[in-house]
C-alpha cells in the first residue's frame, strides 16, 4: 500500500495565517485557487486536456485536477509545459494534480434501483477503478480503500446525483472526510427536494454526529466548447487553499487538513481559528478603481452549528462567532448580494471534532 502524502487531525482544521512564518522557521502560506473535478476527452469532456488546463490556468485558477471516470489522465507533459512558462515569467505557476473520479454504483435488485456512486481520488499513482460491492456502504469503502492504496485521498462526489447517497452512508464509512456540497452540474441536486436533504443538510446531520467532514465545491465541468445553463461549465465552484507553496504536494497536504474555504464567487481575504472563535475576512468586490462604493457588494454571513441551527447572522465585512458552552461547532456561510456563495470549514468544540 502507497502511503497518503499526509494526514493531519486537527480538530480547528483552519490555522491562522499568522501562526506561520512568524519565527522565520516556517513559510507564511498564502491561498490558492483550484478546482479538484473537471474532464477531459479521456472520459465524457469535450475538450482534451491541454485544452481543459489552459482553461484553467487563462482564467487564473492556481492548480487543477484532471478527474476522469476510471481512468487517471496523466499531467507530466502539460505540467512541464506550463513549467516552462513560468520560468520564462511568462505566466505565474500553475499546478496540475493527478486523480480520477472512480465511478461505480450499487443495484438493489429487491427494490430495482441502481445507486450511483462516485468518488474523487486526489494524488493517486495509479488507475483505481471499478471495485464493486455488495452494498452501498460496501462498494464506497471498497473504493476509498482503493484511493488510499494508490497513494490518494478521496472526496464523494454529488451525493444528491440520481438521489444515490445519503448522510447515513457516507457515515458508514471509515476514511472519508472531504465531500461536495457543491457541485456545479446542473443535474446533481445539490438542494434537495421532494424528501431529499439538499448537501448543507447533509453536511450538518454528519458535523452533528460529532466526526469532523469538509466541504468541497467544484465545477465538475465537462463542457467546453457549449456553453449555458444546462452545460456542465467550468468556473461554477472551487476551493482556495491556503498551503505553504504551490506545489501538489503542499496542496494535498493542506487539502487534506482542511486549510480551505470553498467558493462560488465569495472571495475572503483570509478565514482564522483563535481558540473557540472562527473569525472571517470578506473582500469587498464592486468598488470602482477610484473608490466608489455606491454600488459595491453586499454580504451576509450566517454562522450555523449542531443541527443546521442559526448561531449568528452579521453583515460587516469582518464577521466572527465565539463558540458558547453549548456549542458542538460552528461553519460559516456566506452569501453575497448577487448570489455567490463561500463556505467556510467546521471549528469544533476543543476535544469535541473526532476523525475517523
Not at 4 to 19: F, N
Not at 242 to 249: L, N, S
Not at 288 to 314: C, E, H, P, Q
Request: with cysteine; charged share 25%; net charge negative.
Amino acid at each position: 500500500m502507497k502511503k497518503l502524502t499526509c494526514l493531519l487531525i486537527l480538530s480547528a482544521p483552519l490555522v491562522h495565517a499568522a501562526d506561520s512564518g512568524g519565527d522565520g522557521q516556517w513559510p507564511k502560506p498564502n491561498w490558492y485557487k483550484g478546482n479538484t473535478h473537471t474532464h477531459t476527452l479521456n472520459s465524457d469532456g469535450d475538450s482534451s486536456p491541454g485544452e481543459v488546463a489552459h482553461w484553467y490556468r487563462d482564467h487564473e485558477y492556481d492548480f487543477l485536477v484532471l478527474s476522469d471516470h476510471n481512468y487517471r489522465t496523466g499531467v507530466t507533459e502539460l505540467q512541464r509545459e506550463f513549467d516552462r512558462e513560468s520560468v520564462r515569467g511568462e505566466r505565474k505557476p500553475f499546478v496540475l494534480i493527478p486523480g480520477e473520479e472512480v465511478s461505480d454504483s450499487f443495484t438493489d435488485l429487491s427494490l430495482g434501483t441502481r445507486y450511483t456512486i462516485h468518488v474523487n481520488g486526489i494524488g493517486t499513482e495509479e488507475t483505481v477503478g471499478k471495485q464493486g460491492g455488495n452494498s452501498k456502504s460496501e462498494v464506497l469503502q471498497q473504493v476509498i480503500d482503493a484511493i488510499r492504496a494508490e497513494g490518494g485521498f478521496s472526496h464523494v462526489n454529488h451525493p444528491n446525483f440520481h438521489w444515490s447517497l445519503t448522510a447515513d452512508d457516507l457515515y458508514s464509512v471509515d476514511n472519508l472526510r472531504h465531500f461536495e456540497i457543491f457541485n456545479g452540474h446542473p443535474k446533481v441536486h445539490d438542494f434537495g427536494g421532494s424528501g431529499h436533504p439538499g448537501l448543507e443538510e447533509m453536511w450538518d446531520d454528519l458535523l452533528s454526529r460529532g466526526r469532523i467532514y469538509f466541504g468541497v465545491a467544484t465545477d465538475d465541468a465537462h463542457n467546453f466548447q457549449e456553453w449555458g445553463p444546462r452545460a456542465s461549465n467550468p468556473g461554477r465552484g472551487w476551493i482556495v487553499v491556503r498551503a505553504v507553496e504551490p506545489t501538489p504536494g503542499a496542496l494535498i497536504e493542506a487539502m487534506v487538513r482542511g486549510d480551505f474555504y470553498a467558493s462560488t464567487g465569495v472571495e475572503l481575504e483570509d478565514v482564522s481559528t483563535e481558540g473557540r472563535t472562527l473569525r472571517l475576512k470578506i473582500r469587498r468586490e464592486g468598488v470602482s478603481k477610484s473608490g466608489d462604493a455606491d454600488n459595491a457588494f453586499g454580504y451576509r454571513t450566517t454562522f450555523v452549528g449542531k443541527d443546521g441551527r442559526i448561531l449568528k447572522m452579521d453583515e460587516t465585512l469582518e464577521p466572527a462567532y465565539t463558540l458558547l458552552e453549548d456549542d458542538l461547532y460552528v461553519r460559516a456561510r456566506v452569501v453575497s448580494s448577487v448570489g455567490e456563495f463561500a463556505w467556510t470549514q467546521p471549528l469544533f468544540a476543543q476535544g469535541e471534532g473526532r476523525i475517523e
